[in-house]
């Protein structure tokens, strides 16, 4: 069954999406909208920023619309330094 699978890549087109702080899958779906972000060059794609939110607390809310170096539970987390200028140096 691959319903999983096309969710994550259609929910990593959306404009914006709501995810849940420590779940693998909304973690692959940031990435690739920070994928997505850096290639197509959308709002705050420079700071690694995408518009992504989490069904948590308010001190949790805002965590993918600021920078965060990379840090604590890494497997359930995206970071942009996943996404950012990962081509860079490439021709």
């Known amino acids: 069954n691959y319903y999983g699978m096309l ?10 999406f709501f995810g849940t702080w420590y779940s693998t899958f909304t973690g692959y779906i940031n ?5 997505h972000a850096q290639k197509d060059k959308l709002e705050g794609f420079e700071k690694g920023l995408i ?14 619309r600021q920078y965060w170096p990379l840090g604590g539970a890494h497997y359930a987390r995206e970071f942009p330094v996943s996404w950012r200028d990962i081509d860079k140096g490439m021709n």
């Open 7 to 16: 969710d994550q890549l259609i929910a990593s087109r959306g404009r914006i």
């Open 31 to 35: 990435r690739m909208r920070g994928y």
């Open 51 to 64: 518009q992504s939110y989490y069904f948590v607390t308010l001190a949790n809310k805002l965590k993918m």
